[in-house]
């Protein structure tokens, strides 16, 4: 018995930690983009240390977050807004030990925020889903051991401002609910009469007819009371689809062309859908309404029929608690898929998702031809193993539901069995039925209530990208001096030079390259254009400094579309002209000119000719500093050097890395990079 006690000992002091932080809690932000984990994981943090920056100020600080952000970039956030973060490999038992909350890296490809760590869950604040509870094995499988702390370097006095509250969002739907909430004591109400109309005059209803009058009217109105109810949670969710879809066009017709140039037509196409979104998410709210009926119900149950109607209303209210409780926020069921448990348990459809639909342009552009097949399959994987473990728990919660019905009809028939009359029981047994059902429907609130919550923080992240449009916008520069300060080097380039960016594989020139556009921080690297830091200017003026790096394949397109890109004030002289520079326009005239059709599967252009209609398409944006990673090594050489003549000749700068970057005469500056990260 004695080697127990420390075994003993050492359990209870993993209840007390577990116990303290069974209640941590960090703001619920939801990323606004497919790509934005990082900032959003990042954006909890700050919030939760007291000093919360919007994830517009973050992308503004980021440059941008197209192709999401690493953990290097993260920290370089942390410390810009005066913050101390570290990445370290943790364990899941060093992760139990380690101070919370911690953003944790993920699937490799995303991050979450830690908020605590017990023996059988984790609790993760997703920025893409929200608040959820894990089995400690399902963490296990996606966790890759990496974890960034963030903690400030001086403790900040201002209040923490309630995140996203749910009232903003609930705020149109309130005359709507309150209509269905009446309807829904109505209908409550009606019942409760017919129950009370079985138990006094069950047995007179074959003899009289006004019993059985009553009893068909009470039906009838019930029957209306239930479509009024219909009608007033449709109405409700209208109301908020209509404010939503207000806010989405009043937001979307302020904003300039550089707004949209930073996004994919996905993600600007999927704002259009958060009416829609609004709507679904407010009819399965409006069940909320039925929650006083449910306590008239239990009432009636108590006073009209003794202690089986006590233990009818204790099995129907503890039916309703366990709902919520098995599909909360940061329940354990998957509560962060959407839809009903029954809709959870059945294979995934098919079609992807909307967040994939999304995210499709990026994915086309940051990865291989294969990228998109890939990614289908994988999440059509992860569907289906969601959808399967989600069956497992909804069968579960389903006969957990099951025996508390059978419960209440075992205490009403052994309400009968007492001496009660027929007439009694099948009215005990009426409120029994109506109360269960009633319990049931409130599947969908929690789930609903979150979706909500990640609508909301859609709609404050709108407002907030309102802000730089309006305050501190840089004037286009007409000419632009690229500085690059590098460890102990710094390069001016100025209109008209080329700078050759060279060094082994893996030294980081792609990398550095990607910084001078402003795609991405680089530590170590300072990177102005005019004076002002490049990730501003990439920020609010894209398509000043460019960057090209390997031919996509056109669009199923004519030669101008994809030259275009949707710009139709560009005239067919100036698309042409460009084409002559390139030295592209002899190839292409035969063949039918800007109307020559060009399909991704059977582009009719060879490698060369790909990079050369890129180089053209950026021309057209007419840009300052044309940064090209190896895309002049596929050109025979007089080509290549009678391009960079071209385009050094009408005053733009050129950033070049590849092979052939030190062969020309033209370039004017010099880089050598040693080993470094790539």
């Known amino acids: 018995m004695l080697p127990l006690l420390p075994r003993l000992r050492n359990r209870q002091k993993d209840r007390q930690k577990n116990r303290q932080n069974r209640f941590f809690r960090t703001p619920d932000i939801r990323q606004g983009e497919t790509s934005e984990c990082g900032i959003a994981a990042l954006a909890i943090m700050l919030a939760h240390h007291g000093a919360p920056v919007t994830l517009e100020d973050l992308r503004q600080q980021a440059g941008s977050t197209r192709l999401g952000l690493t953990a290097r970039q993260l920290i370089t956030l942390a410390k810009q807004n005066g913050y101390h973060a570290a990445a370290y490999r943790r364990t899941l038992e060093e992760l139990r030990r380690q101070p919370l909350p911690v953003i944790a890296h993920s699937r490799f490809i995303h991050f979450v925020v830690i908020e605590a760590v017990t023996d059988s869950h984790v609790r993760i604040n997703d920025p893409g889903c929200g608040p959820l509870v894990l089995p400690l094995h399902e963490f296990a499988e996606d966790y890759t051991g990496i974890i960034l702390t963030v903690q400030p370097l001086r403790i900040a006095s201002a209040e923490r401002p309630e995140q996203h509250p749910l009232a903003a969002m609930l705020r149109p739907m309130r005359k709507g609910l309150a209509l269905a909430a009446l309807a829904a004591l109505a209908l409550q109400g009606v019942v409760t009469l017919a129950a009370f109309l079985l138990a006094h005059h069950g047995p007179a209803l074959p003899q009289s007819a006004t019993p059985l009058l009553l009893l068909s009217a009470a039906g009838l109105a019930g029957g209306a009371a239930a479509l009024a109810r219909h009608r007033a949670g449709q109405s409700a969710a209208r109301a908020l689809a209509h404010v939503v879809e207000r806010q989405t066009r009043a937001f979307m017709a302020t904003q300039d062309l550089d707004w949209f140039a930073r996004r994919t037509p996905g993600q600007t196409a999927n704002l259009m859908t958060l009416p829609a979104v609004a709507e679904a998410a407010g009819c399965r709210v409006s069940r909320m309404a039925d929650a006083p009926g449910l306590l008239l119900l239990a009432l009636a149950a108590v006073t009209g029929f003794g202690l089986s109607g006590l233990a009818v209303s204790l099995c129907g209210l503890g039916a309703a608690l366990l709902t919520l409780a098995m599909t909360n926020r940061r329940g354990t069921l998957l509560s962060r898929m959407e839809g009903s448990l029954e809709e959870l348990a059945q294979t995934p459809p098919a079609v992807p998702p909307p967040a994939m639909l999304a995210g499709i342009e990026t994915w086309l552009c940051g990865g291989r031809s294969d990228e998109l097949a890939l990614r289908l399959a994988g999440s059509h994987a992860v569907s289906l193993d969601q959808a399967q473990q989600s069956g497992g728990k909804t069968a579960r919660l389903n006969a957990f539901l099951a025996l508390l019905f059978l419960t209440s009809l075992g205490a009403a028939a052994l309400h009968g069995l007492a001496g009660a009359p027929a007439g009694s029981v099948l009215g005990l047994s009426l409120l029994a039925a109506t109360l269960h059902r009633q319990a049931g429907k409130l599947i969908g609130l929690a789930p609903a209530l979150t979706q ?227």
């Open 452 to 678: 909500l919550h990640a609508l909301a923080a859609t709609l404050r992240d709108l407002t907030d990208s309102t802000r730089p449009q309006t305050a501190g916008v840089l004037p286009r520069p007409s000419s632009a001096e690229l500085t690059l300060r590098l460890d102990t080097e710094t390069v001016v380039l100025r209109p008209g030079e080329t700078l050759a960016v060279t060094g082994p594989a893996g030294s980081g020139k792609s990398r550095l390259l990607r910084a001078i556009a402003g795609l991405e921080l680089m530590p170590g690297a300072d990177i102005s254009l005019n004076g002002a830091p490049i990730s501003t200017v990439a920020a609010q003026w894209p398509g000043l400094v460019l960057h090209e790096d390997r031919p996509l394949p056109p669009f199923a397109g004519t030669v101008a579309d994809n030259l275009r890109l949707g710009q139709s004030g560009l005239a067919d002289a100036t698309l042409i002209a460009v084409l002559e520079t390139v030295e592209l326009w002899p190839v292409l005239a035969p063949r039918g000119g800007l109307a020559l059709m060009l399909t991704p599967a059977r582009p009719g252009l060879s490698g060369g000719q790909l990079r050369r209609q890129m180089i053209a398409r950026c021309l057209l944006r007419r840009p300052q500093v044309l940064v090209l990673d190896e895309t002049l090594d596929a050109l025979e050489t007089d080509l290549e050097e009678r391009l960079r003549q071209r385009l050094t000749a009408s005053g733009m700068a050129l950033v070049l890395s590849g092979a052939r970057a030190l062969t020309a005469g033209t370039v004017t500056h010099t880089l050598t990079l040693g080993d470094r990260d790539a």
